[in-house]
């Protein structure tokens, strides 16, 4: 995920200092129930895609916004699959970063599945039984997308009286 322009203005005030972000992350399935994947630039790792919303810019918005940039891929957003607050990330810069990501199933319409900016060096479209190696956020997400449940989110104790 490329850095934001705005993130980048921060980080002249902040340092390396950690900052709390919003994230989302899009499933995307064609009519075949194929899920679209990139294999990242920065790492060589396949993964689903993702990034961060601009500033005034809804969830579902950046999700088809970073699945065309990405892929070249038009898509639909067809609900909420989580939400859900990861753990603090350290970049190699010595960035730190938390995100709170909302993951979104969606549906293809149109386009041909390709690197469409620098973020990927390859983009394709995997049967469920033949994916590439994924972390466990991407098949947790996934496996979210392919089930009929509610949206995940982790469980919030109430408070205690006084």
Do not use: K
């Not at 902040?14 to 990242?40: K, M, S, Y």
């Not at 810069?93 to 973020?119: K, M, V, W, Y």
Request: aromatic share 8%; glycine share 8%; charged share 25%.
């Amino acid at each position: 995920m490329a850095t934001p322009d705005f993130i980048r203005a921060l980080r002249t005030s902040i340092g390396h200092q950690l900052l709390f972000l919003p994230g989302v992350t899009a499933v995307v399935f064609d009519d075949e129930g194929r899920v679209l994947l990139v294999r990242r630039a920065d790492d060589g790792r396949w993964t689903l895609v993702g990034g961060i919303p601009e500033p005034g810019e809804q969830p579902a918005e950046t999700a088809v916004r970073e699945v065309f940039e990405e892929t070249a891929i038009r898509c639909a957003v067809e609900r909420v699959l989580l939400v859900e607050t990861g753990d603090v990330v350290r970049y190699p810069n010595e960035d730190e970063c938390q995100f709170t990501d909302i993951s979104f199933h969606c549906r293809a319409l149109g386009g041909t599945a390709r690197p469409h900016d620098d973020e990927s060096v390859e983009v394709g479209w995997f049967p469920l039984d033949a994916l590439p190696p994924l972390s466990e956020h991407a098949l947790h997400r996934i496996e979210l997308a392919t089930a009929d449940r509610p949206t995940w989110f982790a469980p919030a104790e109430p408070p205690t009286a006084g």
